[in-house]
T-cell receptor, first 113, second 115 residues
Framework: AQTVTQSQPEMSVQEAETVTLSCTYD???????LFWYKQPPSRQMILVIR??????QNATENRFSVNFQKAAKSFSLKISDSQLGDAAMYFC??????????FGKGTRLHILP | DADVTQTPRNRITKTGKRIMLECSQT?????MYWYRQDPGLGLRLIYY???????NKGEISDGYSVSRQAQAKFSLSLESAIPNQTALYFC??????????????FGPGTRLTVL
């Protein structure tokens, strides 16, 4: 069965600095998708970025980028120029061929002014 | 208007009561999902439905049942609520097998407290 591990329950970063959230996963599938979701205090789940496993190029969305290492089964999220609005819980997620999403336990990110 | 809505947004109930959480979507997606979120555990899949006639158990279905009344509606029931079902519940939809990575779109969540 697939698993998703986020080893950092909480992290803090100074405003305007860069922070990287870690995620590793385990799967025997070759085709899958990976996602990072953001959950602010409003509790809404917001998709931040997605990565198709067959694409070697790392996905980027404005200040958010990923470092996807397929062989190492690693999918980290880098947030550049951190802003106060980035404070949230971040979930790494895996979706395989069966369309079910497996979520990690989350990393709570604090932004220090 | 929101594409995926959930009612109620918050609910407090007592042990043993029957509770229904409702989800509606205007995205036209066939696939719908129910998750629960507990602190420190992330989101876990309760039930999912690929269409009106196809309903499947997820990781933690015990104590829950669902009904897919129409393509747009997917309800989650707790037949006899217990305190450890206190959690945040999310409904989601997916346009699988459409083009692209088929992300799931989440509703705003229902905070359920069972006393």
């Amino acid at each position: 069965a697939q698993t998703v591990t986020q080893s950092q329950p909480e992290m803090s970063v100074q405003e305007a600095e860069t922070v990287t959230l870690s995620c590793t996963y385990d799967t025997s599938e070759s085709d899958y998708y990976l996602f990072w979701y953001k959950q602010p205090p409003s509790r809404q789940m917001i998709l931040v970025i997605r990565q198709e496993a067959y694409k070697q190029q790392n996905a980027t969305e404005n200040r958010f980028s990923v470092n996807f290492q397929k062989a190492a089964k690693s999918f980290s999220l880098k947030i550049s120029d951190s802003q106060l609005g980035d404070a949230a819980m971040y979930f790494c997620a895996y979706r395989g061929r069966d369309d079910k999403i497996i979520f990690g336990k989350g990393t709570r990110l604090h932004i220090l002014p | 208007d929101a594409d995926v809505t959930q009612t109620p947004r918050n609910r407090i109930t007592k042990t043993g009561k029957r509770i229904m959480l409702e989800c509606s979507q205007t995205k036209g997606h066939d696939r719908m999902y129910w998750y629960r979120q507990d602190p420190g555990l992330g989101l876990r899949l309760i039930y999912y439905s690929f269409d009106v006639k196809d309903i499947n158990k997820g990781e933690i279905s015990d104590g829950y049942s669902v009904s897919r009344q129409a393509q747009a509606k997917f309800s989650l029931s707790l037949e006899s609520a217990i305190p450890n079902q206190t959690a945040l519940y999310f409904c989601a939809t997916s346009d699988w097998p459409g083009p692209g990575p088929n992300e799931q779109f989440f509703g705003p969540g229902t905070r359920l407290t069972v006393l």
